[in-house]
Structures are given as C-alpha cells and as structure tokens.
C-alpha cells in the first residue's frame, strides 16, 4: 500500500468527533438516577468505557499538536510566536470553563476552579512547549519520568495530615493538595474533599498529551508504508494495553486519580482507535460514516460548550410542574431505556447545531 499524506488527518477528526459525541452522551442522561453501566464513569479503581473519553481528547491533543505545528516548528524563528500562541489558547480554554461556570452557577464562593477544560487548557501549553522546543529522546524520557515519579510519590510519600501514603478519595497526596491551594470551597461539589481534575493528577495527564505526541510523529512519518504504521500502532496499543493492566496489579488504574497504569491502559486504547479510523478512512477511503461525526470534530470546543448550556436551559423549562424528560421520554419505556433516549436525542439536538456551522464551513477556533 502507497503511503498516504494529507495536510489534514480526516481519521482523526473522525476520533475527535466520536470522543465528542460520547462526552454528550454520558454527559446528558434524562435521569442520573437511571444509566447503564458503561455510560457510567467507575466508581473508584476500574476503568468503564466512559472513563477513556477524557484521555482519549488529551491524546488526540497530543496527535493534533503535530500535525498543526511540525512544518512551522521546524524553523527556529517561529517557536517563540508559537509558544505565546500555545500559552493564549491555553489560557483561553480555562477562561471559558471558569465562565461557563459562572453564567450557570453563579455562586463565586462555591466556584469550582480545576477542571475538565482547565486540564485540557494546562496539558496542550505544556505540550505544546515540549513538541517545540524538545527533543523526541526527551519526551520519551519525560513520558517515563512522569508516570514513574507519579507512582512513587502517590503510592509512598506520605500525606501531611495523615502520615501515610494512600490511594482513598479524600485522603491520597493530590486530595490534600488540592485542599491546601483551593480549599474545599472551590473544589468538585460533589466531594469538597478531593477532585477528579486536580492539579496533581495534571502530572500524569501531561504523559497522555505525550502519548500522542508520539503517536501523530509516528503517523506523520514518510519513510514508512501506511501497512507498517498501522501494524505497529495496533502493536503499541496493544502493549500499553497489557502493561497498564499489569501495572494495575501494584497502582490500580483510575481514571479519577489518573494513574500511571490508567496512563498507558488508556493510551493503549486511543492508540488502537486510532490505528482503526487511520486505516479505513485514509487508508482505505471507507468515509461514507464519517458525516455524522465530522461537524463534532470541527468544532469539537463549540460542541463542548453547547453541552453544557443546552441541557441547562432544556432542563429549566416546564409544563406545569412536569419537565420536557417527564412528559416525552419518562412514559413511554423503562426507566434506563428513557434516560438513554433523551441522552440520544440531547446529543442529535447539539449534532444539528454542529452540522449548521459544518456546512456553513465556520469553524470557531480557539
């Protein structure tokens, strides 16, 4: 098979878009108290298919760093603009999430500062940095250290206020960071004690960013067949796959905690993903359905944003004293079939927003 190169990787909008869509789906259920099992994140340890959504986006930021950065990177003269460009977009994704917080929970002494669009906004500057002005020898040594050292501090550096390492929710060594630069106030509501997107697991986090880094080097490379690029992806994916599973054994995979052996398991996955859309669309042009998923990923921050507010407002409107969920979907099936359903249908809703801007070819860039 001839080597195939494109400008833009159709493949990995493709992923993009998938990831998006699935964030909707198990962002948005007609009822919380009613999902099936794997829309639904772990519990702690473990890993459902809803908790390799979040690393596959810091994957695919990795992936897509290369392909919009490797021909401007190449010339010394552009890397200090980049670096500024990278750190304005950085700041800019968590400018949008503390405002999105703000217009729909305007509560200032409750508001939650980490979080999802933070992390994001935190791991793409810092690899964004690393592709410019690193080498891939440091990356990959960066990658091991990273996932090394995250191991070792969490699993036998003791926690200040209880003398003991520990991997529990609200008494691991990222909980208590979190609480001493935050406070409790500003931390997941769900908890006040500890958050899923703290600023310590924000360490391993940036090893996924890596982790595609290497991967979209790999895809972009021209002295290799499109046969040979994929076989060994599937075989990466496959071994960060076993030895994340491994590693289990001694520091379980969590999502929550963003562990080491979570690392390698997850990127294993997006590795294999990955190696999958790369083969049948660009490889083997199967695209006829992909057009469902490509409004999703060209414009996959516009999306993320319309999820949060259309639910919202969806949400606050009544007949009577019955919401839009309890009169068109709650009636009609069982109780996990209607939360799907209206899941289904919230994601279709934000699909045609998407798709008006798709075919408009406005993209709104960050």
């Not at 409750?110 to 669009?117: E, N």
């Not at 940095?129 to 501090?153: C, E, M, N, P, T």
């Not at 600023?199 to 021209?222: E, H, V, Y």
């Amino acid at each position: 098979m001839s080597n195939t190169q494109h400008s833009r990787l159709l493949s990995l909008d493709v992923f993009r878009g998938v990831t998006i869509a699935a964030m909707i789906l198990v962002n948005d259920p007609g009822d919380w108290g009613h999902i099936y099992a794997p829309l639904e994140h772990s519990k702690w340890n473990g890993c459902t298919p809803t908790d390799l959504i979040f690393p596959f986006f810091l994957f695919i930021v990795g992936v897509s760093i290369v392909y919009a950065m490797e021909r401007k990177a190449a010339d010394p003269r552009n890397q200090s603009s980049m670096i500024w460009g990278a750190l304005r977009r950085g700041v800019l994704l968590i400018l949008i999430s503390l405002t999105i917080h703000i217009i729909l929970h305007p509560d200032f002494a409750h508001m939650r500062f980490p979080g999802v669009l933070q992390r994001i906004g935190v791991v793409f500057f810092i690899c964004a940095v690393l592709y410019i002005k690193a080498s891939q020898k440091v990356r990959d040594w960066l990658f091991v250290i990273l996932l090394v050292g995250y191991y070792l501090l969490m699993t036998f550096v003791p926690v200040p206020d209880t003398g003991v390492a520990s991997l529990l929710p609200a008494t691991n060594m990222g909980a208590w960071v979190d609480r001493m630069v935050f406070s409790t106030n500003h931390l997941w509501s769900e908890s006040h004690t500890w958050d899923p997107e703290g600023l310590l697991g924000t360490l391993p986090a940036i090893a996924t960013g890596l982790f595609g880094i290497r991967i979209g080097s790999w895809l972009k490379r021209k002295d290799r067949e499109d046969s040979v690029k994929v076989s060994w992806m599937f075989t990466y994916g496959v071994l960060a796959v076993i030895l994340g599973l491994i590693w289990d054994l001694f520091f379980p995979i969590n999502k929550a905690l963003w562990t080491s052996s979570f690392v390698l398991y997850a990127g294993g996955w997006a590795t294999i993903a990955l190696a999958g859309f790369y083969w049948l669309i660009d490889v083997q042009g199967y695209k006829n359905f992909t057009g469902f998923f490509l409004p999703f990923g060209a414009n996959a921050i516009t999306a993320y944003v319309l999820s949060d507010f259309v639910p919202h407002y969806i949400n606050k409107i009544r007949f009577g004293n019955s919401s839009i969920y309890q009169i068109l979907f709650e009636p009609y099936s069982s109780p996990f079939n209607a939360s799907l359903a209206s899941a289904i249908v919230m994601t279709l809703l934000i699909w045609v927003l998407m798709w008006i801007l798709y075919i408009r070819k406005i993209v709104i860039k960050v």
